[in-house]
């Protein structure tokens, strides 16, 4: 039950010890994240049950610990973090022990060792954190949630009742030294003061975080959504409704009522209304914050207000099971994606409704046996002793799944070379010295079969489990203007000293064929410059990712013409690049309008190229398949065919068609097209030449790209001629 301490008070306080409201508002906050991740089309933003999570936490932790304060003179560091311990770290350590089982036994092996660190990171309480560098990590885009991304909102509370304690010790210790010289505290007296202070400590928390939640979401909200700084005025809006509760107790009932169905009016349309291509939080946050406020806030209405709905027995069961049903449901969810494929609505529903069964169990049998131990209160170094076991055990088993259950894969030396069955006339062998990939297929890989049918290969190089570390020198060397950076960032290979300068332009897309390019700029001498942005192609064109428009692309583009038109003007520009949803004015341009603005776009960029005497060619975009290969392989070892993906789907979902439409009105510009090298036959096999072709599903392996240097280099020499 939520309480704040077990003293019972009078219902029409707002300070009440135990407010059946506010557990029901917990069954609101948890229903919405379930019933949005569900997929609930109608809950698209769900997620913001997080955010009354923030508000009520705030609130009933700051009333607690000023109670205590103004009771006692003092506030119990040992006894706080007891019940803390107590209450969240049993149910806790639990579910990341079962993760770890079900990562095991049902997860792909290719995202084993990532379950490991969000163990250790979760289990310490910092997977905010670490999700918030994963999020502006592009190597990361597109891979599959973690287990454990739900543990970053117990992240930013637990990093709350860590601080929060301590600074209210820090304020009120002056008030207690004034009490001990007075022996007097008189009721509005020195509690009240001290009140202010808090208030005035949580004001400068509070208000900077806002403005800083506002400013990062508007410039990296993909940072923004899990860090700390932006969500502790969240949490302060709850504290400071703690410490006005005696103020807001005085509210009429018929204020307090409207006040209470507001607030959950709001919570609702901002469960509606806010989709996750918004960027949140930010300003966005303030509805479901605001809302859960006035809930809080309207304590006096008694039965007129929200407690009519919010009391009822079967609301208030949910809300006492809230926190177990939360950290179960996700877990089960992945879980079951991993082993069953998409889950439809119902699918997912059905695991949400089966994720109560774990949790009734856990709340009974674990959370109430262990907060309700008598022992324990009396004690409360062995309640910290019990917290510390269930955070300790969770890490050391993370550590341990990550060193031994998880062992490094063994990579084939580049001396274990598979015999080549073949290669493109005229290529030169050297340049790739592992399996043959891409030149087993011979001169007409539409026709050829042979190591692109196969079920099963006795060598895939790279091994899938290594498939994300086998990238292009671009990556590790960090040659791309990354984020909301507009200024330009370049790397040279090849020849430095030549005098035959080749830029490579783009995004990650563009960065697929760098290996080659590599290869190829050497041995013809070469100087190859890259310019690459990720998430943003080389076009004069305004365009959106995840449905959130990027001007630092726009920018970033401009500045990248302007140079490549001036003193860095190249002797030859390649360029490619995925395809991204157009942004005209404050509208997405979809469908055909949007195809159609692109490849518009990408005549008019091209043309500007040409226009200032720089040869352009077009690298076509590699086949998007809609499977993750790399995950696919490492599960299917044995029938690889299963990973395969329709041609025809994956060329049409790649800026392939719109590049080929483009280069056809410009006779000035040319197009290298290797797809039937990458996806050679009706289905794009997973695994060509004993190389594995995607890390991901759009982009080659480091190891494949390399394998198509005869080709591309022969393809570059014809156009050069």
Request: charged letters at 20%.
């Amino acid at each position: 039950m939520t309480r704040l301490d077990s003293r019972p008070e009078p219902k029409t306080d707002v300070r009440a010890g135990y407010r059946g409201d506010i557990e029901g508002l917990r069954a609101v906050a948890v229903v919405l994240v379930l019933l949005s991740h569900a997929g609930l089309d109608f809950l698209p933003g769900g997620f913001v049950g997080v955010d009354v999570f923030f508000v009520i936490s705030g609130f009933l932790i700051t009333g607690l610990l000023v109670e205590e304060l103004e009771r006692t003179g003092r506030i119990s560091l040992r006894g706080f973090y007891a019940r803390r311990a107590k209450r969240l770290l049993p149910a806790a350590g639990l579910v990341l022990g079962t993760s770890l089982l079900l990562t095991l036994f049902f997860l792909p092996k290719t995202r084993w060792a990532d379950t490991g660190w969000d163990v250790v990171a979760s289990g310490l309480y910092a997977m905010n954190w670490r999700l918030a560098e994963q999020a502006v990590d592009y190597l990361a885009v597109g891979d599959a949630p973690s287990i454990l991304q739900h543990f970053w909102s117990l992240a930013v509370e637990e990093q709350f009742y860590l601080v929060w304690p301590l600074l209210l010790i820090l304020v009120g210790w002056p008030g207690r030294r004034r009490r001990r010289a007075t022996k007097v505290d008189t009721p509005g007296g020195t509690g009240v003061s001290r009140r202010r202070w808090f208030l005035l400590t949580l004001a400068l928390i509070g208000v900077p975080s806002f403005a800083w939640s506002i400013y990062l979401t508007s410039s990296d909200p993909s940072r923004a959504y899990f860090v700390t700084t932006t969500r502790m005025w969240e949490l302060a809006l709850g504290g400071g409704l703690a410490l006005l509760g005696f103020r807001l107790s005085r509210l009429p009932r018929p204020v307090a009522a409207g006040l209470g169905w507001a607030g959950l009016v709001v919570i609702a349309v901002a469960a509606v209304w806010i989709t996750p291509s918004m960027a949140f939080p930010g300003y966005l946050a303030v509805l479901p914050t605001l809302g859960a406020a006035a809930v809080i806030a309207a304590g006096t209405a008694g039965r007129t207000g929200p407690e009519l709905l919010l009391g009822l027995r079967p609301v208030r069961a949910i809300g006492a099971l809230s926190y177990s049903l939360y950290l179960w449901h996700w877990p089960l969810l992945v879980a079951a994606e991993a082993r069953f494929g998409e889950l439809s609505v119902g699918a997912g529903l059905a695991v949400v409704l089966l994720c109560a069964l774990p949790a009734w169990a856990t709340y009974h049998y674990l959370e109430n046996p262990v907060r309700r131990s008598k022992r324990l209160a009396f004690y409360p170094v062995r309640a910290l002793r019990l917290g510390l076991f269930f955070t300790a055990v969770p890490v050391l088993a993370g550590l341990l799944f990550q060193f031994t259950v998880w062992p490094p894969p063994r990579q084939v030396p580049v001396t274990d070379t598979i015999p080549w069955a073949g290669a493109s006339s005229g290529s030169s062998v050297s340049v790739w010295s592992g399996p043959p990939g891409a030149a087993i297929l011979g001169d007409n890989p539409r026709t050829s079969r042979e190591g692109v049918q196969a079920d099963m290969v006795d060598v895939i190089v790279p091994d899938p489990l290594a498939a994300k570390d086998d990238l292009p020198d671009v990556y590790p060397q960090k040659c791309f203007s990354e984020g909301t950076r507009t200024e330009i960032v370049t790397c040279v290979y090849g020849d430095r000293g030549a005098d035959f300068t080749v830029a490579v332009v783009g995004d990650s897309h563009a960065g697929n064929w760098i290996p080659a390019l590599q290869a190829v700029a050497t041995e013809r001498k070469w100087r190859l410059v890259t310019y690459l942005k990720q998430s943003c192609p080389f076009l004069d064109l305004e365009i959106s990712v995840l449905s959130r428009t990027q001007p630092a692309c726009a920018e970033w583009n401009r500045n990248v013409r302007t140079e490549l038109t001036g003193i860095a003007r190249p002797d030859l520009l390649l360029t490619s690049g995925a395809f991204y949803v157009p942004v005209r004015g404050d509208a997405l341009l979809n469908g055909t309008e949007g195809y159609h603005a692109t490849v518009e776009a990408m005549r008019r960029t091209w043309t500007a190229m040409t226009d200032a005497g720089i040869r352009t060619v077009v690298l076509r975009d590699t086949p998007h398949l809609n499977v993750r290969v790399a995950e696919c392989v490492s599960a299917n070892r044995t029938r690889l065919t299963t990973c395969a993906a329709p041609r025809d789907l994956a060329v049409t979902a790649s800026a392939g068609p719109a590049q080929a439409e483009a280069v056809g009105g410009l006779p000035q510009v040319r197009l290298v097209d290797l797809t039937d090298a990458i996806c050679p036959a009706d289905r794009c096999a997973p695994v060509i030449g004993g190389v594995l072709v995607y890390r991901d599903s759009s982009h080659l392996t480091a190891s494949y790209a390399r394998s198509l240097t005869p080709r591309l280099g022969a393809a570059l020499d014809t156009l050069l001629d």
